[in-house]
């Protein structure tokens, strides 16, 4: 059974710092591309940033270039998301996708609030 389990989210204030976590089971994790995504309530999905399942290579939003950081272990099947300098244009759900070809799975998601 396929699962993608986020934790981490959770309130902080402008110019904070949060690393989201995204635990896999049920798939061969280390042939997949993992992703971040968030969604904000009244706005469409957003990709926030992706690393490439053999070279590791990264990608970003232009919004959040030089403050998140993707990073994968594949002997731990986890792929997480550093958050620097957190703003409220930052709060939404934030959910982890597993994608190879035709297959793609999604957490549950996690909530980031940043609000003094």
């Known amino acids: 059974q396929v699962q993608l389990v986020e934790s981490g989210g959770g309130l902080v204030q402008p110019g904070g710092s949060l690393r989201l976590s995204c635990a896999a089971s049920?798939?061969?994790?280390?042939?997949?591309?993992m992703s971040w995504y968030r969604q904000a309530p009244g706005k469409e999905r957003e990709l926030v940033a992706t690393i490439s399942r053999a070279t590791s290579s990264t990608n970003y939003a232009d919004s959040v270039k030089g403050r998140f950081t993707i990073s994968r272990d594949n002997a731990k099947n986890t792929v997480s998301l550093q958050m620097n300098s957190l703003k409220p244009e930052d709060t939404a759900v934030y959910l982890c996708n597993a994608q190879r070809l035709y297959y793609s799975y999604w957490g549950q998601g996690t909530q980031v609030t940043v609000s003094s």
């Open positions: 049920g798939f061969t994790f280390s042939s997949y591309t």
